[in-house]
T-cell receptor
Framework: DAMVIQNPRYQVTQFGKPVTLSCSQT?????MYWYQQKSSQAPKLLFH???????NEADTPDNFQSRRPNTSFCFLDIRSPGLGDAAMYLC???????????FGPGTRLTVT | GDSVTQMEGPVTLSEEAFLTINCTYT??????LFWYVQYPGEGLQLLLK?????DKGSNKGFEATYRKETTSFHLEKGSVQVSDSAVYFC????????????FGRGTSLIVHP
């Protein structure tokens, strides 16, 4: 089945220690998104790629970076995680911008 | 900018009750509208969508109609089950405009046996 895969499902990191979350898709979609979701809140868009074109949301902290080395994979790098970065991180894809999105299961990040 | 307003939860119902979750939106263009569902500890899943005025989206007994005149996209189900307990998000994006997805704050649904 075509899908969006996120690894790992649970990640524990130490305060200030860089961490990378990964996302892959078999849908061959053009757009990949990264969201941060905190408890009982809506997902907050961090950035998205349309093909290789990177789009950063204005209020995304500089601490968050992303890479998309090819169509199938996208990575979220958190350079110096703080306690406030503990959250669920969701990857999503869509064929084109503005269309319905397909989400992965998420990575739950804990910062100790 | 675009925005989505959902009714506050939690919505608590008994099994087989009728469900309505209200959603209204503000958009400058001609957005597509979506309902997503999130089960505990999981990502969001697309439940249904509508891309133009008067379209009705439906899936798994849920339905919603795109009402341009009232800028609404209310989610309904005739008879809920315990397995429908989840958080429901109304969302919009405009393929011809800003295309940035905008989500409502989510409405938690709890269905008791």
């Amino acid at each position: 089945d075509a899908m969006v895969i996120q690894n790992p499902r649970y990640q524990v990191t130490q305060f200030g220690k860089p961490v990378t979350l990964s996302c892959s898709q078999t849908l061959n979609h053009n757009v990949m998104y990264w969201y941060q979701q905190k408890s009982s809140q809506a997902p907050k868009l961090l950035f998205h790629y349309y093909d290789k074109d990177f789009n950063n949301e204005a209020d995304t902290p500089d601490n968050f970076q992303s890479r998309r080395p090819n169509t199938s994979f996208c990575f979220l790098d958190i350079r110096s995680p703080g306690l406030g970065d503990a959250a669920m991180y969701l990857c999503a894809t869509s064929m084109y911008r503005g269309r319905e999105q397909y989400f992965g299961p998420g990575t739950r990040l804990t910062v100790t | 900018g675009d925005s989505v307003t959902q009714m506050e939860g939690p919505v608590t119902l008994s099994e087989e009750a009728f469900l309505t979750i209200n959603c209204t939106y503000t958009a400058t263009g001609y957005p597509s509208l979506f309902w997503y569902v999130q089960y505990p500890g999981e990502g969001l899943q697309l439940l249904l969508k509508a891309t133009k005025a008067d379209d009705k989206g439906s899936n798994k007994g849920f339905e919603a109609t795109y009402r341009k005149e009232t800028t609404s996209f209310h989610l309904e189900k005739g008879s809920v089950q315990v397995s429908d307990s989840a958080v429901y998000f109304c969302a919009l994006s405009d393929p011809g405009g800003s295309y940035i997805p905008t989500f409502g704050r989510g409405t938690s649904l709890i269905v008791h046996p």
